[in-house]
């Protein structure tokens, strides 16, 4: 019988998101508080989902506008990544710590556009690569990426994660 298990290698020789944070020079924002009547998460078994994560930097929106009008490919990869920044720092508070996120089952992310953008990955790629540094590559993450009219506050990117975590008995 082989005693190896690639993924309970896998599992055991994981980076911590804690440690891979401190590693990459990341400190997590403050958690951002609902703008309505509703919960920043709900989980549910080994999965935690998330509400809709704006790119907020201290409560303000560093950037508004339209993707294909005035807002550059490379301030929506920024605006994704301080999005997904922020449903870190969320999942931080709720679980609470990090280290519980095994990593990221599915992200959405929703962004404004003009009909004619058609970057929308690239834009979207601010916020899957910052989870691929925090969790790995494997087993990665689904995605489904939309060109919108309007969000809320006038951000320009809005992200919804679920997570999955481990089950504490």
Known sequence: MNDSNPKNEDSASRTLPSTRLRELGIELPPAPTPLGAYVETSQVGSLLFLSG???????????????GSNLTVAQGREAARLAALNALAVADHHLPGLDRVQGVVRLGVSMITTPEFVEHAVVADG????????????PGHTRLI?????????????????????EVE
Do not use: C, W, Y
């Open 127 to 138: 916020a899957s690569d910052l989870f691929v540094q925090v969790f790995g590559k494997t």
């Open 53 to 67: 994560m704006l790119p907020l930097v201290h409560g303000k929106l560093p950037f508004t506008g339209r993707f």
């Open 146 to 166: 939309n060109g919108v009219q309007s969000l809320p506050i006038a951000a320009p990117v809005i992200i919804e994660v679920i997570f999955r975590v481990e």
